[in-house]
């Protein structure tokens, strides 16, 4: 038998998960980490391993391939929203397996997401994205926000990792202009991954209510303040009209990630696609492709007439296949997939891609 290692390490949650691949792909053992918990990458993996059920055995790992929330650079990495470095050979040595591959979150994101059936896309503009002939984008709200592109190259997509979420937030009216000063002045400079992420819903939301002076009721204030998630909070009164600052919040919230989806599509040329990914995309699908409930317009949802909004480039955007990716495995599976080419090639070469 022919057992791979993979994972999938973001900002909160880490999965791990032993495959046998000697035919098709068989689970062996899976667990979900926090990822803070430990302070170290090897401290959750020998975690993971050490929980490995006896019913398992003792399994030889033929490769490992872990998608990381962060730049990957000659196979190490320091972890963006969490204190972690990672060396992919010391990580070899450590636990004894041949080969270890450390991609980007997002490269391992986009391998799931082509690999996923047509059940499991939600589609929010033109039907779903290729998975041949043409480059791909792949973006995800997440703890963060990751970004990475598939570049054809007339047989294949090539992986190509990016930290384009870092760019320079563009405001594109007045209160986008307002957010940004007001963002400014708690971080100095400003990236998509400040708006855009996940975890950064509370504080569109808080920008309303504090500085746009958007009346806020008691009990949806009291519910914010009880909650254990504030993100999840704001999503829920939003959803359920109980608040018109988190219904705004949500709605420049998807209007920003839009944009930013757009211009990734734009800078590599997805006329395949766009997958949108993560598990806050996922939840979000209905009102990413429609808007919220109540406050929908006859056009385009905030999300995708922010996608198209691309001046004299509109029309290449509208040819654009953008679809939600719903398997909320995404990640762990891309990792899988790598990790099975790289056992069955002996090499890490058995897949190209650029990490």
């Not at 059936?117 to 290729?130: D, M, N």
């Not at 930290?163 to 937030?169: C, K, L, P, Q, Y």
């Not at 819903?201 to 806020?216: A, G, I, W």
Request: a positive charge.
């Amino acid at each position: 038998m022919t057992h791979v290692l993979a994972g999938d390490v973001g900002g909160t949650r880490a999965r791990f998960a032993v495959f046998d691949v000697s035919e098709a792909p068989r689970l062996v053992h899976q667990d979900t980490l926090e990822s803070r918990s430990f302070k170290s990458f090897e401290r959750a993996l020998e975690a993971f391993l050490g929980d490995t059920p006896r019913s398992a055995g003792k399994v030889r790992i033929a490769a490992a391939s872990f998608g990381i929330a962060g730049p990957v650079v000659d196979q190490r990495v320091r972890t963006t929203n969490l204190p972690w470095k990672i060396d992919a050979r010391s990580v070899a040595r450590a636990f004894t397996v041949p080969t270890v591959t450390l991609l980007n979150d997002l490269v391992a994101v986009g391998l799931g997401a082509v690999a996923s059936p047509a059940s499991k896309l939600a589609v929010l503009h033109r039907g779903r994205p290729k998975k041949a002939g043409g480059n791909l984008a792949v973006i995800a709200a997440g703890t963060g926000l990751g970004e990475a592109t598939f570049i054809w190259d007339g047989a294949e997509h090539i992986a190509c990792a990016t930290e384009g979420s870092h760019v320079d937030f563009a405001p594109r009216n007045e209160v986008e202009d307002a957010l940004l000063v007001s963002l400014r002045k708690e971080h100095g400079r400003v990236s998509y991954e400040r708006i855009a992420s996940g975890s950064t819903l509370s504080r569109v939301y808080d920008f309303f209510v504090r500085e746009r002076r958007v009346k806020e009721t008691k009990a949806a204030a009291a519910s914010l303040a009880a909650a254990e998630d504030r993100n999840a909070a704001v999503v829920d009164l939003a959803e359920s009209g109980r608040s018109e600052a988190a219904a705004r919040a949500v709605d420049l919230w998807a209007s920003v990630y839009g944009s930013e989806a757009g211009n990734l599509a734009l800078k590599c040329l997805a006329t395949a696609g766009v997958y949108v990914c993560g598990g806050v995309s996922a939840r979000l699908a209905r009102v990413l492709a429609k808007g919220l409930p109540g406050r929908r317009a006859k056009g385009p949802s905030p999300f995708v007439e922010a996608f198209l909004d691309k001046g004299r480039m509109r029309p290449l955007l509208e040819a654009i296949p953008v679809a939600v990716c719903l398997e909320p495995q995404a990640g762990l599976l891309g990792a899988v997939t790598h990790a099975a080419s790289v056992a069955a090639a002996g090499s890490p070469a058995g897949r190209r891609a650029k990490r």
